[in-house]
């Protein structure tokens, strides 16, 4: 293309990222963002590492094994835990999703699993790491309750998260989606770029888990960082290369685990690595269905270590206006899904779930009695109205929190201002739909009544107790002291769109303008 030509396209592609990048509320300057390991790129956030991330020297790893034992110590190790055959285990795959719950994102959650069952005869279920930003609360609750896992991705989806931004994000979880404190077990660093300090932030707030970490070579090659979960007990031992101060024993943090998020690779190629939302990565989704069925049998057939699907659902969303749907990539996702399912012992599982059955193993053939992978439904009359997170009961009984940036919904109180990282639970606004109550740390979700401040639970079988986090002191109960001439009155209204889902337009049109540039420019440079 010639020099002019090329100039005019670049420029005009700019120029329509402009407005838009204005558009978003969280641009409020002309300050170019600061790049970080990892940034976001025209695939999205969390692109693939352009090699390895490890190595046996860069490690530097030791652990004993006859002293770090499970249920909550397990050395970093590519065969399965309990000392079990490969054969005898099953296959682990979880399809985890990042950013904001909206009617967007569910809808691909549904579309991909509504109707898919493990071999249990239990439905599938799935991790989102939440951020607050175009989140509506009260889907997330019907998410969780559904037997879902609700993680932590922090607050604003920043770079490099502080502790308010990784636990103001769990104490607003648990104000206005009702997730009680010991289910908010895991996070993902945002693009994630973690740190030494984010680790240790999260193991000083007991959280279960990280998820930030990649394995970046084949499961099936020689000095493969592709590990089972591990505790954290001896240092990590993945992104040697690329984080400071976390491997060689330089960080030492019990009881808290890594779960690593596993590479797709091109066919043979170990150099053509592929991460989050992989189908991003070509014209030719045909392709991406090769290399995911590549990648995954060399997990199958090998070690069986987990395998992973790591995905931003809005870039597989529906009905947005000006965004051509994504039906061919859909589809052939769905038909990736299913072609895992005709092999036998594969299980879509949580991260939570999986973590249940490492640190307690048992074979393909005892996997009856392992408590990890069965499911209950809560035993709520569909006739009872309450705001619980199953929306036969709760019809007609959402507050609707009527934001300018992002609208959303809750069964427990809108609050006077958005939640932030300096005040994650704001007082209550008694205005839209009088006093709501937070759950209790006595009463699990869909037993409890945020309206009338009652647990349906009366038996042992429905019995919840909550834990307690070293977060730090959020609460606001229901007071009404502090207000803002920003929020209207309102009253409850039955679950909708959030208008934030239309605002959430802006980011796909800006990604979609600044990825095409990014192409242009590599292949032009």
Request: proline residues 9%; hydrophobic residues 35%; aromatic residues 8%.
């Given at each position: 293309?010639?020099?002019?030509?090329?100039?005019?396209?670049?420029?005009?592609?700019?120029?329509?990222?402009?407005?838009?990048?204005?558009?978003?509320?969280?641009?409020?300057?002309?300050?170019?963002?600061?790049?970080?390991?990892?940034?976001?790129?025209?695939?999205?956030?969390?692109?693939?590492?352009?090699?390895?991330?490890?190595?046996?020297?860069?490690?530097?790893?030791?652990?004993?094994?006859?002293?770090?034992?499970?249920?909550?110590?397990?050395?970093?190790?590519?065969?399965?835990?309990?000392?079990?055959?490969?054969?005898?285990?099953?296959?682990?795959?979880?399809?985890?999703?990042?950013?904001?719950?909206?009617?967007?994102?569910?809808?691909?959650?549904?579309?991909?699993?509504?109707?898919?069952?493990?071999?249990?005869?239990?439905?599938?279920?799935?991790?989102?790491?939440?951020?607050?930003?175009?989140?509506?609360?009260?889907?997330?609750?019907?998410?969780?309750?559904?037997?879902?896992?609700?993680?932590?991705?922090?607050?604003?989806?920043?770079?490099?998260?502080?502790?308010?931004?990784?636990?103001?994000?769990?104490?607003?979880?648990?104000?206005?989606?009702?997730?009680?404190?010991?289910?908010?077990?895991?996070?993902?660093?945002?693009?994630?770029?973690?740190?030494?300090?984010?680790?240790?932030?999260?193991?000083?707030?007991?959280?279960?888990?990280?998820?930030?970490?990649?394995?970046?070579?084949?499961?099936?090659?020689?000095?493969?960082?592709?590990?089972?979960?591990?505790?954290?007990?001896?240092?990590?031992?993945?992104?040697?290369?690329?984080?400071?101060?976390?491997?060689?024993?330089?960080?030492?943090?019990?009881?808290?685990?890594?779960?690593?998020?596993?590479?797709?690779?091109?066919?043979?190629?170990?150099?053509?690595?592929?991460?989050?939302?992989?189908?991003?990565?070509?014209?030719?989704?045909?392709?991406?269905?090769?290399?995911?069925?590549?990648?995954?049998?060399?997990?199958?057939?090998?070690?069986?270590?987990?395998?992973?699907?790591?995905?931003?659902?809005?870039?597989?969303?529906?009905?947005?206006?000006?965004?051509?749907?994504?039906?061919?990539?859909?589809?052939?996702?769905?038909?990736?899904?299913?072609w895992l399912q005709t092999h036998d012992n594969v299980w879509f599982v949580t991260n939570q779930m999986m973590l249940d059955w490492i640190r307690n193993p048992v074979t393909n053939a005892n996997i009856a009695s392992s408590s990890a992978l069965t499911c209950e439904v809560p035993d709520v009359p569909t006739t009872t109205k309450i705001c619980n997170g199953i929306e036969v009961n709760e019809l007609g009984l959402l507050d609707q929190c009527p934001f300018i940036d992002f609208?959303?919904?809750?069964?427990?109180?809108?609050?006077?201002?958005?939640?932030?990282?300096?005040?994650?639970?704001?007082?209550?606004?008694?205005?839209?739909?009088?006093?709501?109550?937070?759950?209790?740390?006595?009463?699990?979700?869909?037993?409890?009544?945020?309206?009338?401040?009652?647990?349906?639970?009366?038996?042992?079988?429905?019995?919840?107790?909550?834990?307690?986090?070293?977060?730090?002191?959020?609460?606001?109960?229901?007071?009404?002291?502090?207000?803002?001439?920003?929020?209207?009155?309102?009253?409850?209204?039955?679950?909708?769109?959030?208008?934030?889902?239309?605002?959430?337009?802006?980011?796909?049109?800006?990604?979609?303008?600044?990825?095409?540039?990014?192409?242009?420019?590599?292949?032009?440079?």
């Open positions: 293309m010639a020099p002019s030509l090329r100039g005019t396209v670049l420029a005009s592609l700019l120029l329509l990222s402009v407005p838009l990048a204005h558009a978003h509320p969280l641009h409020t300057d002309c300050k170019p963002p600061k790049l970080v390991r990892r940034q976001t790129v025209s695939t999205g956030e969390g692109s693939a590492p352009s090699g390895p991330t490890s190595s046996t020297e860069s490690a530097g790893y030791s652990c004993d094994a006859s002293t770090c034992k499970l249920p909550d110590c397990l050395c970093a190790s590519t065969s399965p835990p309990g000392g079990l055959s490969p054969t005898d285990v099953p296959q682990f795959v979880t399809f985890t999703s990042d950013d904001a719950m909206q009617s967007y994102t569910l809808e691909v959650l549904n579309y991909f699993f509504a109707d898919r069952k493990n071999p249990n005869g239990c439905p599938v279920k799935t991790t989102f790491f939440n951020s607050l930003t175009y989140n509506n609360f009260s889907m997330i609750t019907d998410f969780y309750v559904a037997g879902n896992e609700v993680a932590d991705h922090t607050m604003t989806h920043v770079g490099a998260p502080n502790a308010s931004e990784i636990n103001g994000n769990l104490a607003a979880l648990n104000a206005f989606s009702g997730i009680p404190l010991a289910d908010l077990a895991g996070f993902r660093a945002p693009m994630l770029n973690f740190t030494a300090d984010t680790l240790t932030t999260l193991h000083e707030s007991d959280f279960l888990y990280d998820s930030s970490a990649t394995a970046a070579t084949p499961a099936d090659a020689a000095g493969t960082d592709a590990f089972w979960p591990y505790t954290l007990d001896n240092g990590l031992s993945n992104n040697c290369l690329d984080v400071e101060n976390v491997c060689q024993g330089k960080l030492k943090l019990p009881g808290l685990w890594e779960i690593p998020m596993y590479a797709t690779f091109a066919g043979d190629n170990a150099a053509d690595i592929h991460l989050m939302d992989p189908w991003l990565d070509s014209a030719n989704v045909s392709d991406v269905v090769e290399w995911m069925k590549s990648s995954f049998l060399t997990h199958y057939n090998g070690n069986r270590q987990p395998f992973g699907i790591y995905s931003h659902p809005i870039h597989l969303a529906v009905g947005y206006p000006g965004v051509t749907d994504p039906n061919e990539t859909r589809d052939a996702i769905k038909g990736f899904l299913d609208p959303w919904t809750t069964c427990y109180g809108c609050p006077t201002v958005p939640p932030t990282p300096d005040n994650p639970v704001p007082p209550q606004n008694t205005s839209i739909g009088g006093v709501r109550h937070r759950l209790p740390t006595n009463c699990s979700t869909p037993f409890f009544d945020p309206i009338a401040n009652t647990c349906l639970c009366d038996s042992s079988s429905c019995a919840f107790t909550d834990t307690t986090r070293p977060i730090g002191n959020y609460s606001s109960g229901t007071g009404t002291d502090g207000s803002s001439s920003a929020v209207p009155s309102a009253t409850s209204i039955p679950r909708q769109a959030s208008a934030a889902d239309k605002r959430l337009v802006v980011q796909v049109g800006l990604s979609v303008a600044l990825g095409v540039a990014a192409v242009l420019i590599a292949k032009w440079a």
